[in-house]
Every structure is written in C-alpha cells, then in structure tokens.
C-alpha cells in the first residue's frame, strides 16, 4: 500500500514541475474510495478515534471530486493523498481497538477461569 | 532511516551555514513528532516494515521542505508522513495486543489442561475409594446373606426336627425354656430303675436323629422328673440318674457331648396332680430342652 503510494506522490508532482497538462487521478480517486469503504466496513463510524479520520477521508475525497469537475486535477490529486491517507489511518486505528478489545475479552476470561478454578479447587 | 537522518543533517547544517529555508510547515513538526512517538513504541520492534514506510514518508516530507521551503507540496507530504507515522504506531500496538491476547488464551488452556488433569486425578482418587468401598460392602453382605442362609437352614431343619419329634413324643414351644420334648416315663425306664427298657432305645434314636439336624449350636438339657411317691432324695436321685442315662444314650447317638447336660429334678416340678395314677404317670417324665444358641 505504502510502496504504491509514494511513486504516486512523487510521480505526479514531477508531472506537475514539468509543467505537463496534469492528468485527471481516476485511480488515486479509485483507491481513496476503497479504502474509505474498508474503514467503514471495518466499523471506523464507531470507533471515537478512527470515526475522526474517516470523517476526513470523506470530507477530502468529496473536495477531491468537486475539485476533478471543476477541471483542478493537481488539487484533486492533494486532496486523495491526503484522503488515502486518513481512510487508512482509520482502519489501522479501529484494527488496534479491536485487538485491544480481544486481549481485554481474553484477559477477562482468564480471571473468570482462574477464579472458576480456584473456587472449585477449595471444594 | 539512514536517508531520514541525512535530510536531518543537511537541514541542521544548511541553517548553521546562514542560507537556512523558512521556519518548517506545521504539518511537518506534527509528522516528526508524530515519527518519532512511533519510533519509540511497539512498531519498532513488531512492526518495523510499517516504521520503515512512516520513516521513508517523512523523508520524502523532509526532502521537499529542503528543495522547496514551506510549499503545499511539502506541507501534503507532510500531512501523509503524520498519517504514516500514526499508522506505524497503530500497527505496532495492534500487535502488542494480539501478542498478548495470545499468551493470555495460551496460559489460560495451560491452567485449563492443568485443572482438568488434577481433576481427573482427583476423581480417579474418588473413584478408587469408592471401589474399596464397594468391595467393602460386597463382603459385608455376602456375610449377612452367609449367615441368613445358615439361620434359615437351622429354623428349616428345626422345624423338620419338631415335625419328626411329634410323632414319637410331645413336643412344646416354651417362650423361655425353647423346645421342650417331653418322653413318658414308663416308656423309657421300668419301675424304680434308670436303664432304658429295649423299646426306648428306638424312641431316643429316633429323639437323637432329629437333634442331629437341629441347630449344631443350641444346647440340649435332659430333665429328669418323678412322681411323689417315695422318698424326695430318692425320687431326687432317681431322676438324675434316669436323666443322666438319657443324656448318656444321645451322646452315643452321635449328639456332641459338650451340648448335652443331664439335671434330676425329681418330685419338685409336678405337671399333673399326684393324687391320680393318670397324674402321676405324668409326672413321670423325661423332658429335653433344646434352648436356641444365642444370636
């Protein structure tokens, strides 16, 4: 993910420094969206920290769109970088809350059983 | 990383030599700060991949803020390097998490296993007890139905030995004494004598046959007993010898000496009245007493 978007990054800047006509990010766009999508299935919304992120994502990539109709492809291209970039942000987060949810659950169970045990133990 | 820390230096170094570039964007102190929070957590050492792609954004950041100062571009950069970094450090926690979780299900199933185990041998302990327990049991009632057979064979050959005795003598049920048979004495002895006439040596075999299937432990007591005629001490004497030949003649018979004792009561336990002949034919008598062994 990380490896595709860097050469992204630096190959439409040098586009930009060569004063070429800057083409418009349909694929950047493409892979904005999909990542917001994989946030949002992943239950981002609903996680307080990573609900900020997508929040951003959304906001940018709906400018980023806005930006593409009105013809400003440089700005468009910002804009999903910086999109891309928070959708993903919002998966890694809610993927750490639900890991740390998992090593609560499992933390929890393993006192219940320890406690379990020990009454059974006494018996 | 290595690249990161040289775009640092020539940073450092083009500021000292007096051509410094503007005062860093924002966005870019931000991404440092936030590498550098990254770069001391978890990810360093579970996720270095992700670390090394936050550090190579920030180097891209740092790269366009040296070539171009304080522009969008490295302020985009810079806003992607922050995310990589957070991302890093996400990354890294998320791992830290699911390490532990691991160990946590891993120690629980081992205390799991651990209790099942001193369970089981808790239980095969218990069963094992209960298994001696059982025996036990088992034996104690082979026991009691041992010796419910053996008092149910001894009342059925008691009751044999009644029926058989019925027909030759009288035959009672004393509540204290036990079984009483009772021989007329002028059917064993001739007048004034102790020695068995020949015909009373059948009636005591047949007498004998049926104690012998009585139970081997009740004791047998020969009672001699008269009339009032004559003399007490000779009637006294008279009934002790009459008893003791009895009790003699049993014994021959294959009773077990030590069960049998001979008693002469003489005239002092009169059944009849001695005014009669019919009473005092009576009177005179030989009684055995089969007293059931004590339970």
Redesign the interface.
């Known amino acids: 993910m990380q490896v595709q978007l860097i050469p992204m990054v630096a190959t439409s800047w040098l586009v930009l420094g060569c004063g070429a006509t800057y083409p418009a990010p349909t694929q950047p766009l493409a892979d904005t969206e999909s990542a917001e999508r994989s946030a949002t299935e992943l239950g981002a919304a609903n996680q307080p920290k990573a609900q900020l992120h997508l929040q951003l994502a959304h906001e940018q990539l709906l400018r980023a769109k806005a930006a593409m109709k009105s013809g400003d492809n440089e700005s468009a291209t910002a804009l999903l970088l910086r999109a891309r970039s928070d959708a993903e942000l919002a998966i890694a987060l809610t993927r750490e809350e639900a890991a740390k949810a998992g090593a609560q659950t499992a933390t929890d169970q393993s006192n219940t059983q320890q406690l379990k045990n020990a009454t059974q133990g006494g018996q | 990383m290595k690249t990161f820390r040289n775009a640092s230096f020539l940073f450092a170094f083009a500021s000292l030599a007096g051509c410094a570039p503007a005062l860093p964007p924002q966005d870019l102190v931000t991404a440092r700060a936030s590498y550098a929070r990254a770069s001391h957590g978890a990810a360093a050492t579970l996720d270095p991949a992700?670390l090394h792609?936050a550090a190579?954004?920030l180097q891209?950041a740092e790269g366009s803020f040296t070539d171009e100062g304080d522009t969008?571009?490295t302020r985009?950069?810079s806003?992607?390097a922050d995310?990589?970094a957070?991302?890093a450090e996400?990354?890294g926690?998320?791992?830290r998490?699911?390490n532990?979780?691991g160990q946590?299900?891993t120690?629980?199933h081992a205390?799991?296993t651990a209790?099942a185990d001193?369970?089981s041998s808790r239980l095969g302990r218990a069963n094992l007890q209960l298994a001696v327990q059982d025996q036990s049991l088992r034996s104690q009632n082979q026991q009691l139905d041992t010796e419910r057979d053996r008092r149910q064979d001894a009342e059925k050959r008691a009751a044999q030995a009644a029926a058989d005795l019925a027909s030759i003598a009288t035959v009672k049920q004393d509540a204290t004494r036990g079984m009483v048979i009772t021989l007329s004495g002028g059917v064993l002895f001739a007048s004034n004598r102790a020695d068995l006439l020949p015909s009373a040596q059948a009636k005591l075999n047949e007498v004998a046959a049926a104690l012998s299937k009585n139970d081997s432990d009740s004791k047998i007591v020969v009672e001699g007993h008269t009339d009032s005629q004559g003399g007490a001490e000779y009637n006294q004497d008279l009934s002790q010898r009459r008893a003791q030949t009895v009790r003699d003649y049993l014994v021959s018979r294959k009773i077990a000496a030590d069960r049998v004792t001979a008693t002469g009561f003489g005239l002092t336990r009169p059944i009849a009245d001695n005014a009669s002949p019919e009473g005092r034919a009576n009177n005179r008598r030989v009684e055995i007493v089969v007293q059931p062994a004590s339970p």
């Open positions: 992700e792609s190579e954004s891209n969008q571009r985009d950069l806003y992607v995310r990589r957070q991302i996400a990354a926690e998320t791992k998490a699911a532990q979780q946590t299900l120690n629980m205390a799991e209790h001193d369970s």
